[in-house]
């Protein structure tokens, strides 16, 4: 009965230390006592009385054994080579559907492609006819030579397809055609008959209006230095009364294709308002077309308005014809003769 008495005792004293164990603090982790005490603590067998939370927080903090943690590093590796092989197969399944379905044109931009393929180059001597900058160059003379029976070799063929062909003895007799020389001599010739351009047809002027460049390539010693061809006209339209001297300038202007203003006064007015729009005016008759301006009162023209006319004829004694326009006139022109053309001036374009 002691001795029971004595065994139970020392089972007690066994249990309240299994129990001050696993809620003291200990030397290490992993020490004999702490290990049994996880490993009652997880059967339940010394926990009596314990929450179930508290029981899985427990479970959580126990500390492991070294073999363990070898466990669950080794299964680690195993997971990871198993996730890394799948990966792998993964990728070559889809690089093999994609080259499956893809045409040749695809696969050659492909990652198939992207490797360069080795090759090896061995670099030979060039023996060619051909010129080159190498030292090995074919005269001059036998070139010449092979193009001449180049030649003569097909002049031979157009002929025996025209005529018989000879017997081989006769073609063995004929001799070889003289080498042909190539000669860098002769002379360019434009295509036509040059004697048929028309050089007065060609202006030299930059005038938009083709008459007044045709007219200024007549004039061109005599233009004024610094003449603009392309000035203001001042037409608008013809704005001056019907019948008038003016009116019919403005109306035989156009007929000739000539510039004209539609502002320019009164007719002993259209020198000085032609010159501030960069017309040439001189007090030389030109051209057919060119207007006569009449100063007020002079050759019988109106004492207060003046008077304008048409150049229609230059005479070799230096006489002009005109064509002249007034009130009375109801839009029928007459012509006059002078003889003094030097006192009135002309107005060109």
Known sequence: MRHAAHKAANSSRQSICT??????????????????????????????????????????????????????????????HILTSASLAALVGTAATAVALAGPEDIEGSILADADPTTTTQLKRITTDVVSRSQDRTPLSEVNQAVAEAQSGDQQDQESQAAPQPDQAAQDEQPLADTVQVSSEGEWH??????????????????NNPQVATLMDRDQGALPEG?????????????????????????????????????????????????????????TPRHVGDIMVFAAGQAGSDAYYGHV???????????????????????????????????????HY
């Open 309 to 347: 006319a048409i150049v229609e004829q230059i005479n070799p004694d230096g006489s002009i014809v005109t064509s002249e326009c007034g009130a009375v006139m109801n839009g029928k022109t007459y012509s006059r003769t002078y003889t003094n053309p030097g006192d009135f001036q002309f107005i």
């Open 19 to 80: 129990s001050r164990s696993l809620f003291s603090a200990t030397s290490g982790a992993h020490s004999a006592k702490a290990v049994r005490a996880v490993q009652m603590a997880q059967s339940n067998g010394a926990m009596v009385g314990l929450d179930q939370a508290v029981i899985d927080r427990l479970n959580e903090v126990a500390p492991q054994t070294r073999r363990a943690l070898r466990e669950a590093t080794r299964a680690a590796e195993r997971r990871s």
């Open 227 to 283: 003449f603009n061809p392309n000035h203001a006209t001042g037409d608008s339209g013809n704005a001056y009364s019907f019948s008038q001297c003016t009116w019919w300038v403005y109306v035989r202007r156009h007929e000739l294709g000539l510039p004209v203003g539609s502002y320019m006064g009164n007719g002993n007015m259209w020198a000085n308002s032609a010159r501030a729009l960069g017309y040439w005016v001189d007090n």
């Open 190 to 207: 434009a295509t036509g008959d040059a004697s048929q351009l028309d050089v007065e047809q060609m202006s030299r002027s930059l005038a």
